[in-house]
Structures are given as structure tokens and as C-alpha cells.
């Protein structure tokens, strides 16, 4: 897969999680995987269409994804990751994968994205035909994966 699929997906998380009150975001392992993530409790889908089409899976544990949501609801207490946190967790990655997708757009590629899935289920998401980018983050100490499968 090409760079410039990848770069703006870290730019984005690196750009917008700031403003939205993380303070530490670092990038670790890339690595390409065949055709399925692997859920590590909660898993974020993101559709891309049009000129390209595939994927954007982002998957964490439930604790990292309560204490994101907290952040996201500007420090409320999460208890249980009902709607609203749920909620408060899709906002942000739409913020995220909204801000690559305008980058790719101005690049020349026509691409779109479906809202965010979100899914609890521990089975392997399919986010590609063939072999997608895996990128490990960390966001304020917590661990984040990303696939980002295109057809």
C-alpha cells in the first residue's frame, strides 16, 4: 500500500486527538496483516467509498476505550461504555478519519466514508480483499491499533 494512504491517518491523529484535550499521542509498529484485524474488544469501522474503497478499522480494549470517551466528554466519570461513551468514541474517530479523508481529497482522490460502526464482538473484522497496514498508537498511555485495508 501506497504512503500516501497511511501518512494522513497518523497526521490526523496526531493533529486532532490535541485538540480534543490528549495530551501524549506516539506512533509504534507498522505492520501488514492478510485481510483481517483482530478485535481487541471494541473495534471502530469506518467505510472509505468512491475512487477508493475499503476500511478503516480502529480497535482497542474497553478499558482504553472508556478512558478515551472520558476524555472526549471532557473528564465525565465512565463507568460502563454505554451509548453516550460509545457515542463520544465514534465522534472522535469520524474527527480523525474525516480529517485524512479531506487530505486525500486534496490530493487528487476522490474519497468518501459510511459513519462509524462500532462493534463489541470479539471475531476478526474483514477490512480488505487482500493485505491492509497495521499502525500500533498510544494515546495517553493507551494502546490503539489501526487497519487501513483498501480494495
Known amino acids: 500500500m501506497d504512503a500516501r494512504f497511511v ?22 509498529k507498522l505492520y501488514a496483516k492478510e485481510q ?7 473495534l471502530v469501522n469506518v467505510q472509505l467509498t468512491n475512487q477508493v474503497s475499503g476500511n478503516v478499522a480502529f480497535t482497542m480494549s474497553q478499558d482504553s476505550a472508556k478512558r478515551i470517551s472520558s476524555v472526549m466528554m471532557m473528564g465525565m466519570a465512565v463507568e460502563s461504555f454505554d451509548d453516550v461513551a ?7 474517530i469520524n474527527m480523525v478519519t474525516s480529517n485524512a479523508v479531506n487530505s486525500l481529497n486534496k490530493e487528487g482522490l476522490a474519497v468518501g466514508l459510511v459513519p462509524p460502526a462500532l462493534s463489541q464482538d470479539s471475531a476478526p473484522l474483514k477490512i480488505c480483499n487482500s493485505s491492509f497496514i497495521g499502525i500500533e498508537m498510544i494515546i495517553d498511555e493507551l494502546p490503539l491499533q489501526i487497519g487501513i485495508g483498501l480494495n
Open 7 to 28: 501518512n494522513p491517518f497518523i497526521v490526523a491523529l496526531t493533529t486532532v486527538l490535541p485538540q480534543l484535550g490528549f495530551k501524549s499521542i506516539v506512533r509504534g
Open 36 to 42: 483481517f484485524i483482530d478485535s481487541q474488544g471494541v
Open 86 to 92: 460509545q457515542s463520544a468514541l465514534c465522534e472522535m
